[in-house]
């Protein structure tokens, strides 16, 4: 495409979005949340589509399980989200606050609010998963009433065209930052798609069909040349992306030499405001404790999934697993989690400059275990790149520290809140007698791990799929140290000044959970890497979250049961 093509696309694109500003503007709540109905029915009804196309783009196998990732992390979040959203609407429009009902509990003198489970169905498909949003300190039950809903207080007040650039990794991040743009911050939306999801461009077009057809949304392709002078257009208020935090930079400070001095002066060449969820290097901590050898072999499973998940490309997925020395089956859980990922099943490595990452972290760890096409790194002497690369890529890391019960949650605290990049998502991983034994250390850990998503025996992925939790970093980043990003996405209920979400899953899965005191009947999750079922399960659930019914709850439990 020539400079004056791709130029004079973008200018109609923003011409027409400054039209559908006045049409956005005079839309009232009633028909706002009538279009988010419509366009989760969309992604419902188009589902198959959305996943023949990431298919394409990953190269997988259609018949294998690994298809349902495709599934539970495209057009079901979507569905999901756009129905968290008209909830809140709904009150709003009946002039009450998206917060109306909602559980309100405190937690390390903050208020919290619960956002799973939130109904029955949530309770019976995610059992013994829940999670709560933390405000920040201050932050009242008053005030979070009040505040609740966000520009949908003042719908007619619309905050220009907002930007978004989408990632290219999870399918269905572009759309939900595309909906979370018009409707917590009422902007209209330009979104341009990562060039690895252009093939999905058809299937968005009809999903997002509502909001493209009032002028509100126009979806553009391109490389990053059309981003850049979007972007940089004038007609643009605020930009919104979704990727690494070099990108970041490079369009808020420019490239080279000259970028970094910029950067380094606190000068902007992008003066407009811009949020964005980077990644970073995420922790997994393994809290030491007497596990049996179903445990070590689930839980290695399941740390395994938290990296190897979509073949690593996650900004959220982990990179480094922190033991300790002292644990008496630490050496146990090391092989366990080896022949984890080595019996992961085999997938292309699609995403660009994936096989570079991988030689760079093999160059710099020579004794690092090659395990197909993956790589594991166990305690380096010097952990430095592995703790400050996101190589997103199937790279994974081991370290130990020597220490063991409350000096080890400390130390490991220290280590994941002053070593690690980024501050996006942080697992924990401890038996439930081994949390009870710690206490208020074990809470204390929580509160200091200055993280967007913390999970406990969960993955922080569980974060994201959640609509009514918030996704995003920690707050206090800002440009010039933007880390994992600025600002949050998501959000279900708009809460103004939210700091983080915290994640809670069961350590062992049905029926060993029941044995082991927890009151949880979830078997093995769909987004294992491992799960058989995860491709039939993840079109059961996404079919679900259009029209929920009782009457499709058998299905759901009998395909996640054979997982």
Same mark, same amino acid.
């Given at each position: 495409?020539?400079d004056t093509a791709?130029?004079?696309?973008v200018?109609?694109a923003?011409d027409?979005?400054a039209?559908g ?8 709540l009633?028909?706002r /949340?009538?279009?988010?109905?419509d ?6 009804q188009?589902?198959?589509?959305w996943v023949?196309?990431a298919?394409r783009i990953k190269?997988?196998?259609p018949?294998?399980p690994l298809?349902?990732e495709?599934?539970i992390s495209g057009?079901?979040p979507?569905?999901?989200g756009a129905?968290?959203l008209s909830?809140s609407?709904a ?9 109306d009902?909602?559980t ?5 003198g903050?208020?919290?609010v619960?956002?799973l489970?939130l ?5 019976l498909?995610l059992?013994?998963?829940?999670a709560?949003?933390w ?8 005030e979070?009433?009040r505040?609740?809903?966000?520009a949908?207080?003042?719908p007619?007040?619309?905050?220009g ?8 990794n999870i399918?269905?991040?572009?759309p ?15 979104l341009k ?9 058809p299937?968005?077009?009809k999903?997002?069909?509502p909001?493209?057809a ?11 040349d059309?981003g850049?002078?979007?972007?940089q257009h004038?007609?643009?208020d ?5 990727g690494?935090?070099?990108?970041h930079?490079?369009i ?8 970094a001095?910029?950067?380094a002066a606190?000068e902007?060449i992008?003066?407009?405001?811009i949020t ?5 290097v995420?922790?997994?901590i ?8 179903a445990?070590i072999?689930f ?8 990296r ?5 490309y996650?900004?959220v997925a982990?990179q480094?697993?922190?033991?300790s020395s002292k644990w008496?089956?630490?050496d146990e859980?090391?092989?366990a989690?080896t022949k ?5 099943p085999k /997938?292309a ?5 994936s ?16 395990l197909?096409d993956?790589v594991l790194?166990?305690d380096?002497e ?5 703790l400050?690369?996101e ?7 081991v370290i130990?520290l020597?220490?063991d019960?409350?000096?080890?949650v400390r130390?490991a605290t220290?280590?994941?809140?002053e ?9 924990i991983?401890?038996a439930?007698?081994t949390i009870?034994?710690?206490?208020k ?9 200055h993280y967007?998503t913390?999970a406990?025996?969960a993955?922080?992925g569980?974060g994201?799929?959640t609509?009514h939790?918030?996704w ?6 800002t ?6 990003g600025?600002g949050?996405v ?11 979400t915290?994640?809670r899953?069961p ?10 005191g ?8 769909p987004?294992f890497v ?10 059961l ?12 709850l058998p299905?759901?439990?009998?395909s996640?049961?054979r997982?």
């Amino acid at each position: 495409m020539t400079d004056t093509a791709y130029t004079a696309l973008v200018d109609q694109a923003l011409d027409d979005l400054a039209e559908g500003e006045k049409a956005w503007a005079t839309t009232p709540l009633a028909r706002r /949340r009538e279009i988010l109905d419509d366009v989760q029915q969309l992604a419902v009804q188009h589902g198959a589509e959305w996943v023949e196309a990431a298919v394409r783009i990953k190269q997988l196998n259609p018949d294998s399980p690994l298809v349902g990732e495709e599934w539970i992390s495209g057009p079901y979040p979507l569905a999901a989200g756009a129905a968290a959203l008209s909830a809140s609407l709904a009150k709003l429009e009946a002039g009450k606050s998206p917060l109306d009902g909602a559980t309100f509990g405190t937690a390390a003198g903050r208020t919290t609010v619960d956002v799973l489970p939130l109904n029955v169905f949530d309770k019976l498909l995610l059992s013994g998963f829940s999670a709560q949003v933390w405000l920040q300190p201050g932050v009242g039950r008053d005030e979070a009433l009040r505040t609740a809903g966000l520009a949908q207080r003042d719908p007619v007040k619309t905050n220009g065209i907002g930007v978004v650039l989408g990632a290219g990794n999870i399918t269905s991040i572009a759309p939900l930052d595309t909906v979370y743009e018009l409707i917590a911050n009422n902007r209209v939306v330009a979104l341009k798609l990562n060039p690895v999801t252009d093939p999905i461009l058809p299937v968005l077009t009809k999903v997002l069909a509502p909001f493209i057809a009032l002028g509100a949304v126009r979806i553009l392709t391109g490389g990053a040349d059309v981003g850049t002078y979007l972007v940089q257009h004038d007609a643009v208020d605020h930009v919104h992306m979704t990727g690494s935090a070099l990108t970041h930079d490079a369009i808020v400070f420019g490239v080279g030499e000259e970028g970094a001095r910029r950067k380094a002066a606190g000068e902007p060449i992008l003066h407009k405001d811009i949020t964005s969820e980077l990644g970073g290097v995420s922790p997994t901590i393994v809290v030491p404790g007497k596990w049996s050898r179903a445990d070590i072999e689930f839980q290695a499973n399941h740390i395994a999934t938290q990296r190897l998940h979509n073949n690593g490309y996650n900004c959220v997925a982990s990179q480094v697993v922190v033991l300790s020395s002292k644990w008496a089956q630490r050496d146990e859980f090391v092989a366990a989690l080896t022949k984890a990922i080595a019996a992961a099943p085999k /997938r292309a490595a699609y995403y660009p400059g994936s096989d570079a990452r991988v030689a760079s972290a093999e160059a710099t760890y020579p004794k690092a275990q090659r395990l197909g096409d993956r790589v594991l790194v166990v305690d380096p002497e010097d952990r430095t790149a592995l703790l400050n690369t996101e190589y997103f890529s199937p790279v994974y890391g081991v370290i130990d520290l020597d220490s063991d019960g409350v000096e080890f949650v400390r130390e490991a605290t220290r280590l994941a809140n002053e070593d690690f990049v980024g501050t996006l998502g942080v697992n924990i991983v401890a038996a439930p007698a081994t949390i009870k034994t710690l206490g208020k250390a074990f809470d204390a850990m929580i509160e200091a791990l200055h993280y967007g998503t913390v999970a406990v025996n969960a993955w922080t992925g569980v974060g994201y799929l959640t609509p009514h939790a918030t996704w995003g970093a920690f707050p206090g980043h800002t440009l010039s140290d933007v880390q994992s990003g600025i600002g949050v996405v998501h959000n279900g209920f708009l809460l103004e000044k939210p700091e983080r979400t915290v994640v809670r899953g069961p350590f062992r899965p049905s029926p060993r959970s029941l044995i082991g005191g927890e009151l949880s009947i979830s078997p093995k999750p769909p987004w294992f890497v491992n799960n058989r079922t995860a491709a039939a399960t993840g079109r059961l659930l996404t079919a679900f979250t259009g029209k929920p019914s009782w009457a499709k709850l058998p299905a759901i439990f009998v395909s996640a049961l054979r997982g």
